[in-house]
């Protein structure tokens, strides 16, 4: 069974303050993809970043930034110099590389950026 | 637009009605998910479809739903007999293949009163 813990209910910053998301997760899959979307409050899942268990790097994209750690079962989630656009509900999902790739969910973060 | 359309994006409803929400997926997309979101929760996985074949089903997805995607391309979700537990934000993802990120549509809500 696969499961994703996001213990983070909600964050408040001011804007331009930098803020990490966390997700942790499990799984039995020796290989799998994590993902991180976006839920603005028009409530269509924007996707954000796709990472495969192979590749440990970490990855920056613009403001944003991914820290995955496979020792820990983490994937966090950093953004920079944080804007009032960036107020929405984040999510962090894992699918099985194979078969028929569903994704589970975890119950998302509510980042609160106030200017 | 080339996303994922959901239609309709609002839908009220009395108890015991039946209601069905169509899903126009990206149009290269073979691969086609619905999703249930209830609030503060994530999305839980409800059935997907390869082309016009289901290939799973969740536990959630009971005997009250059915899903259908003709010939590959839109498909529709239909409850029957809706329950105020049925009310949510149901949400339809394609994928062009596996592993792939799925694309979303804007999700419809219903709500059962």
């Known amino acids: 069974a696969q499961k994703v813990t996001q213990a983070q209910t909600e964050i408040s910053v001011v804007e331009k303050e930098d803020v990490t998301l966390d997700c942790v997760y499990e799984?039995?899959?020796?290989?799998?993809?994590l993902f991180w979307y976006k839920q603005p409050p028009s409530g269509e899942l924007v996707f954000l970043i796709r990472?495969?268990?192979?590749?440990?790097q970490n990855e920056i994209s613009g403001r944003y930034s991914w820290n995955f750690q496979k020792s820990t079962s983490s994937f966090n989630f950093t953004i920079t110099a944080s804007q009032v656009v960036d107020s929405a509900v984040y999510f962090c999902?894992?699918?099985?590389?194979?078969?028929?790739?569903?994704?589970?969910f975890g119950k998302g973060t509510m980042l609160l950026v106030s200017p | 637009d080339t996303g994922v359309s959901q239609d309709p994006r609002h839908k009220i409803t009395k108890r015991g009605q039946n209601v069905t929400f169509r899903c126009d997926p990206i149009?290269?997309?073979?691969?086609l998910y619905w999703y249930r979101q209830t609030l503060g929760q994530g999305p839980e996985f409800l059935t997907y479809?390869?082309?016009?074949?289901?290939?799973?089903k969740s536990r959630l997805l009971s005997d009250r739903f059915s899903a259908e995607r003709p010939k590959g391309s839109f498909s529709t979700l239909e409850i029957q007999r809706t329950e105020q537990g049925d009310s949510a934000m149901y949400l339809c993802?394609?994928?062009?293949?596996?592993?792939?990120?799925?694309?979303f549509g804007q999700g419809t809500r219903l709500t059962v009163v």
């Open positions: 479809f390869q082309n016009e074949a289901q290939l799973e």
């Open positions: 993802a394609s994928s062009v293949n596996s592993g792939a990120e799925a694309f």
């Open positions: 799984t039995r899959d020796t290989t799998y993809y």
């Open positions: 999902a894992l699918s099985a590389i194979s078969g028929y790739s569903t994704l589970t």
């Open positions: 990472r495969n268990s192979f590749d440990e």
């Open positions: 149009s290269e997309h073979n691969r």
